[in-house]
């Protein structure tokens, strides 16, 4: 198994180091930088604008531009942002913080809603119940993330319930209470809104591996043995349905910071998500990259476990052919 | 045969397409026409009976979006407007409906600039649409020849290519496409920019059509039928006619019906983010960008139902594609 | 080539099917990892004499239906040679290799997929003279209906999709597919596993009468002894790849000579003495 770790983190590496010159050599090629939108005011004289285009490195060449960002990567700055004056690598930490926080409280929420509903939805006798929660996930699912977000948002002015947007209320207070008890308030609406977006894909593959996994011949078995459902349920169908589920939850990490970017910037959550978008408007190239190689990062770290996880749940895996 | 939640999405689905085609003449106003002393203006209320409690057979509307009731303006159809090419071949300016100026008809109200949202809605599909459509076949077509590539010679070529599929699935999309976005000039004529955009995306997606197909290829290659086929003389072009494509179109066109709702969201959520297409082009998802201001999300809930058409569209594409699913699973194996 | 070497020896004793070191090797060298290479034949030498009736037995994995499909030209061997009539069937040109594929046919094991479920029962067994071109419509239907009616399949099922027919009505369309293009030999991989015992032993029948009067070579593979002992003059036991043994039914059932052919001959069921089939 450490062998096997060893080996996908190799590739994980091969493959940020592609996707870095991939986007370095796209981002360059692109007309126009940061220096250049300074153009439009006038205040700046050209020699002001040429000599930052000379610190900057903006004047170098492609490869040797490439060169001074990887030096610049093994120093741990991940390159300089033009917009703040501050190496990359410290502009995106405190960001990153919040966007794992953001994420990983919506994927606990989100499985754990997601596994009672489709697991409901699977064992429940009544057909009424099924229906509903099938067609309420339908609906919930072709609804834009986007509604989703905005309607959340509108709840929030309407009822004033929740603070609406940011990470942070101006609380003076030191206690760790009230600071929690804030920040709680402002995950509120980010969280729900992620859960909601990515609940209707959990909940039909709950559903669709649990109803597999209670059809099996296995189950069946056991059922005419006369194993009490309940037992059946948690301790045999519910292992066989984790492979597929396993493999979802690698997968469902891409759509949950996807998803997150787009209510980071909605709800104006200061995370990694929102800090691209601004730094894409403004063309600053080094954080663009740093957000990009970060976000694939998190993508490959969640597949890695996933993989990770399934060998272990999975005694099929380790059998050695 | 056809169930009818799904013949109801098809209808449904037809009739949004229609109304995107014939867009200009469904809609009052163009979707540029600014009435700034309407800024923000709710939906303009319908009446059948006046305010003497008589009974109109042609419903109206009182003046001053609904304010004036002094003022009664019947509506009118198949009435003059403004002007436009139909198809663009020849110019026209009839409208299926209309109320005669100085009176106003805002079915779902207006925006920041006095722009009526239902021309603007009516606009907006075709951009959403178009892009949903253009990308979808671009992501299928290309994923459809690199899977079949891929698992009918299999060998180094089907691992390069699942290789590649792999890395692709492994990025985060909307992070790979904003910093592809980016390296669009940010000033390129917001036609082109919208295209080469929407290309983009559709050809990013190639990933999960490529692996479906593989699959696909690989399983069917292997059939009996298939192989008895082969002992018996046939050709590989037989093979695919007869036997192959009947079963892979089911799926492709299945997909299909799964991925046009997926790229017109995509679509949407790039506009609201600023990067899709710009200002005065109407698109849903610019149209919802304007929510975001805190005084729009506060008293003009009317901006929030462009985000209803592509709810409507994808809840239509999804019934169909699960009813195809469905009989496709009817044939055993 | 083929109607050459016909002509020039009918009845010599050349063996109508002759395999020679035949080795097949599965697995491929993918990209940053080692190849995992089975080896499914290894140096088989097999052949089949004209008109003859011979089992092919062996555990599954065995290598069986890779000799099968390599014999019928489905599969490329990594070495050794098939020969049809004297004729490495490698060296017939595109051509002849149409009709070299016709003359040997193959009947699968699984009766859900040997049929394209979409095909009517009709369409399904006149296929092969679809595609060869044989025929015209009225002339190929007609050869499909007979050869059904010969296997038992009333004529109303011709205009029934394949999806309607059961597991074991399948399989009798696809050896009257087999049988409509007169080929010289069939291999029966595993065909009568979907059959009941009364149909398959009346299918058999069939197929002994058949050998007689076309001088049909048959080919079968199985794993049923006590069915094929009745039918087969010759039997083949294969192992990892390779032939084992080889010799005619009656003394193989006397005497097996390889240990496997042991557990299989002992395995056969028998009614107690007393009791009357």
């Given amino acids: 198994m450490i062998r096997f770790a060893l080996r996908r983190a190799v590739h994980a590496a091969v493959l940020l180091v592609v996707i870095s010159l991939c986007s370095f050599s796209l981002l360059q090629l692109a007309p126009g930088n940061y220096v250049d939108a300074m153009r439009l005011d006038v205040s700046i004289s050209p020699d002001t604008a040429a000599a930052l285009r000379a610190r900057y490195g903006l004047n170098q060449s492609l490869p040797a531009r490439y060169v001074r960002w990887w030096g610049s990567v093994l120093r741990g700055e991940f390159g300089v942002s033009f917009a703040y004056g501050m190496p990359v690598g410290s502009l ?7 966007t794992l926080l953001l994420a990983t409280i919506a994927a606990v929420g989100l499985w754990t809603v997601g596994i ?9 006798p009544s057909r009424v119940l099924e229906h509903v929660v099938r067609s309420f996930m339908s609906v919930l699912h072709s609804v834009p993330d986007l509604l989703i977000a905005l309607a959340l948002l509108l709840l929030a002015v309407r009822t004033r319930l929740f603070p609406i947007g940011g990470m942070t209320g101006l609380t003076d207070s030191a206690s760790l209470a009230a600071n929690a008890r804030d920040l709680a308030e402002h995950l509120a609406l980010p969280v729900t809104a992620l859960v909601l977006i990515g609940l209707p894909l959990v909940v039909r593959h709950v559903d669709a591996a649990v109803r597999d996994a209670l059809r099996s011949p296995f189950i069946q078995a056991a059922r005419a043995h006369g194993i009490p459902r309940r037992r059946i349920l948690i301790a045999y169908a519910l292992p066989a349905a984790a492979n597929p589920l396993i493999s979802l939850l690698g997968y469902s990490i891409g759509g949950l910071l996807s998803s997150s970017l787009l209510v980071e910037v909605i709800m104006g959550w200061p995370g990694l998500g929102s800090l691209l978008l601004e730094s894409i408007f403004s063309r600053d190239v080094h954080v663009v990259i740093g957000a990009t190689l ?4 998190f993508l490959i770290t969640g597949n890695l476990i996933s993989d990770l996880l399934l060998y272990v749940a999975d005694p099929r895996l380790r059998v050695k052919r | 045969m056809i169930r009818v939640k799904t013949a109801i999405a098809c209808g449904v689905l037809a009739t949004v397409h229609g109304l995107a085609l014939l867009a200009n003449f469904a809609a009052p106003y163009s979707f540029a026409a600014q009435k700034r002393e309407f800024a923000f203006a709710p939906p303009t209320a319908v009446h059948w009976i006046d305010r003497h409690a008589h009974f109109h057979w042609r419903p109206f509307v009182y003046g001053s979006n609904g304010e004036d009731e002094s003022r009664v303006y019947p509506i009118r159809f198949c009435t003059r407007g403004y002007s436009y090419r139909f198809a ?3 110019p026209l300016n009839r409208h299926v409906f209309g109320v005669d100026a100085p009176g106003v008809l805002f ?22 649409l178009t892009a949903g459509w253009l990308a979808a076949i671009l992501s299928l077509a290309l994923g459809a020849v690199l899977g079949g590539i891929s698992g009918y010679h299999g060998g ?5 290519i699942m290789r590649m599929s792999e890395i692709s699935l492994a990025l985060p999309w909307l992070y790979l496409l904003l910093a592809g976005r980016a390296f669009l000039p940010l000033d390129a004529p917001s036609s082109t920019a919208y295209l080469v955009l929407i290309s983009v995306v559709g050809i990013l997606g190639w990933a999960r059509p490529a692996r479906l197909v593989r699959g696909l290829t690989l399983s069917l290659r292997e059939r009996g039928y298939v192989l008895a086929a082969r002992t018996f003389g046939a050709s590989g072009g037989y093979l695919l006619r007869t036997h192959i494509l009947p079963d892979a179109l089911s799926v ?25 297409i710009d200002e005065p082009v109407p698109s849903w998802g610019n149209m919802l960008a304007g929510v975001q201001h805190y005084h729009v999300l506060v008293s003009s809930w009317w901006m929030l139902l462009p985000g209803v058409p592509p709810a409507v569209v994808a809840l239509c594409c999804f019934t169909i594609a699960d009813s195809l699913a469905s009989r496709a699973g009817a044939i055993p194996l | 080539m083929i109607e050459a070497d016909q002509k020039r020896a009918p009845f010599s004793p050349v063996p109508l099917i002759a395999v020679q070191g035949l080795t097949k090797d599965y697995g491929r060298g993918k990209l940053f990892s080692k190849p995992r290479i089975t080896r499914a034949l290894d140096n088989v030498d097999f052949y089949l004499e004209r008109a003859s009736a011979t089992a092919l037995i062996g555990a599954s994995g065995s290598g069986k239906s890779t000799l099968a499909r390599c014999i019928v030209g489905l599969e490329r061997a990594t070495s050794g040679s098939v020969k049809y009539r004297g004729c490495d069937i490698r060296r017939i040109r595109s051509d002849d290799h149409w009709q070299y594929r016709r003359k040997i046919q193959i009947v699968f094991q699984e009766p859900a997929t040997t049929i394209n479920p979409r095909f009517t029962a009709e369409a399904a067994v006149s296929e092969p003279l679809r595609i060869a071109g044989i025929g015209n419509r009225r002339e190929r239907r007609e050869a499909a209906l007979y050869w059904m009616d010969r296997l038992g399949l009333p004529t109303e099922y011709a205009d029934r999709p394949a999806l309607r027919l059961s597991g074991g009505e399948r399989q009798r369309l696809a050896i009257a597919r087999a049988l409509i293009s007169s080929p010289e030999a069939i291999i029966f991989d595993e065909s009568f596993s979907a059959l009941d015992i009364p149909l398959a032993r009346r299918v058999l029948t069939f197929l002994a009468g058949l050998r007689q009067a076309q001088n049909l070579t048959c080919l079968f593979i199985g794993h049923d002894l006590a069915m094929l002992a009745q039918v087969c003059s010759e039997i083949a036991v294969m192992h990892a790849g390779r032939i084992v043994e080889r010799q005619s039914m009656q003394s193989f059932l006397r005497s097996p000579a390889h240990r496997c052919s042991r557990e299989l001959v002992r395995s056969i069921p028998s009614l107690p003495s007393g009791w009357t089939a």
Avoid: C, H
Avoid at chain 1, 294 to 297: G, K, R, T
Avoid at chain 2, 109 to 116: A, E, L, P, Q, V
């Fill in chain 1, 92 to 98: 995106l930490w405190p960001r990153i913080k919040n």
């Fill in chain 1, 294 to 297: 970060v976000s694939a990062l």
């Fill in chain 2, 88 to 90: 663009g071949l020849f």
């Fill in chain 1, 116 to 124: 009672v509903l489709g697991v409901g939805a699977a064992i429940t």
């Fill in chain 2, 107 to 128: 079915l779902l109200g207006t925006d920041g600039f006095g722009r009526d949202q239902f021309s603007r809605l009516l606009a907006g599909s075709r951009i959403s």
């Fill in chain 2, 252 to 276: 492709l066109v299945t997909q299909m019906a799964l991925l046009v709702p997926q790229y017109i969201m995509a679509e949407v959520t790039l506009s609201f983010l600023g990067l899709g």
């Fill in chain 2, 156 to 160: 180094l070529l089907d691992d390069l």
